[in-house]
Structures are given as structure tokens and as C-alpha cells.
Antibody
């Protein structure tokens, strides 16, 4: 059974970088498009981006310049960095496995709340 | 403003059939598969329908999906109280070098 678990700070200061890690068990890091999705309070789901095996990445155009996603195969982890955060980036952040890179998110982490505040 | 348009709310009584629509365009639904997610408060989204009309194992056959042109629909028959949740459609959009898009979500209330 594939399991994903997010970890990282729950509080980030404005203008700093939000960094989260997702630890994967039960799946090869070559099997999925490793993705991040977030949900701001009272809002809908928003796709952030993905990293795929060969180094292929794709990000939400609205966040593109601030986002980087990477994979550490030795640790079975992938990470999100979101730069220059503002209060609008406060959200529950989910890591997820996308089968095929076309929005089919089979497995999800439980989510982690990140608040941007000074 | 979401690229995919869903009604903000839907409702039905137990046993009824309800449908939730998801409207897009030629750059997204018109060219790509649609997936549906169920989101309960405080829990991660759950894949409900994939590839337009396929159910993952464990999803009751009360849930069904369809797609036609640039629109897709999720139907729930034999509505149950535990179906009360937010539902989201999602697909790939070929514009701007390609990216995943979600609908704005539909809150389903079981009366």
C-alpha cells in the first residue's frame, strides 16, 4: 500500500521560503508524478506542481516563478519550496501521487497546515 | 476563478439521484480525461472517478462519471448521508505549457 506523509514547519514568516517534504513508502519514485496540492481556508483545491522521474517538472502558471519541486530517491522523498510567501499562501498542503501526470491523484498524504504570519 | 466551472452547491434527499456538472473548454476537458474527487472536512481528497468514467476499487457503483465534449458530470444515485461532502473535478489543461486544473468544487448537502 502506498503511503505519503508530509512534514515541515507549520509557521512561515512573510517573504520567506516555505519548505515541505513528503516521505513515500510502498512505491518506487519512478512510478508516479509526485505532486503538491493545496487548499486555502474556505477555498477549493489548487494544484501546485509535480516532479517526474527523469527530472520533468510542471508548475501552476500562477505560482511558477516561486515554486520548485525536487526528488531525493535515496530517501524516497520529494520536496516543495515556495519562495516569497504571503498570507495568501496559508493553506493545507497535500502531497499526492499522480498516475500519468494528468490529474489522477491516486494516493494522498494527510495534509499539513502551513500558516504564513509574522 | 477556476478554469473548470462547477455549481457551488447541490442537494438531495436520501435515495435520490444527483448530478454535478463540470464545464471546461477545448484546451482541457475537450482533450483530456477528467477525474473526480470527494473531499470530507479535515481529510485528504479521495479519488472517486478516474479517466472520465472509471471507479477505483472500493468506490461504490452508486458513483458514476461521464464526459461529453467540453463537459463532464458526476452522478450519485441512492444518495446517502455519508455522501455529504465537497466534490471536485480535475483535468489537464494544454494551455500555458500544460498544467493541472481543478474545478471550484461543489458542496453536496444531503437533506
Amino acid at each position: 500500500q502506498v503511503q505519503l506523509q508530509e512534514s515541515g514547519p507549520g509557521l512561515v514568516k512573510p517573504s520567506e521560503t516555505l519548505s515541505l517534504t513528503c516521505t513515500v513508502s510502498g512505491a518506487s519514485m519512478s512510478s508516479y508524478y509526485w505532486s503538491w496540492v493545496r487548499q486555502a481556508p474556505g477555498k477549493g483545491l489548487e494544484w501546485i506542481g509535480y516532479f517526474y522521474d527523469s527530472g520533468t517538472t510542471s508548475n501552476n502558471p500562477s505560482l511558477q516563478s516561486r515554486v520548485s519541486i525536487s526528488v531525493d530517491r535515496s530517501k524516497n522523498q520529494f520536496s516543495l519550496k515556495l519562495r516569497s510567501v504571503t498570507a495568501a499562501d496559508s493553506a493545507v498542503y497535500y502531497c499526492a501521487s499522480d498516475y500519468g501526470g494528468n490529474s489522477m491523484f491516486e494516493y494522498w498524504g494527510q495534509g499539513t497546515l502551513v500558516t504564513v504570519s509574522s | 476563478q477556476s478554469v473548470l466551472t462547477q455549481p457551488p452547491s447541490a442537494s438531495g434527499t436520501p435515495g435520490q439521484r444527483v448530478t454535478i456538472s463540470c464545464s471546461g473548454s477545448n484546451s482541457n476537458i475537450g482533450r483530456n480525461i477528467v477525474n473526480w474527487y470527494q473531499k470530507l472536512p479535515g481529510t485528504a481528497p479521495k479519488l472517486l472517478i478516474y479517466s472520465n468514467d472509471q471507479r477505483p476499487s472500493g468506490v461504490p457503483d452508486r458513483f458514476s462519471g461521464s464526459k461529453s465534449g467540453t463537459s463532464a458530470s458526476l452522478a450519485i444515485s441512492g444518495l446517502q448521508s455519508e455522501d455529504e461532502a465537497d466534490y471536485y473535478c480535475a483535468t489537464w489543461d494544454d494551455s500555458l505549457s500544460g498544467h493541472v486544473v481543478f474545478g471550484g468544487g461543489t458542496k453536496l448537502t444531503v437533506l
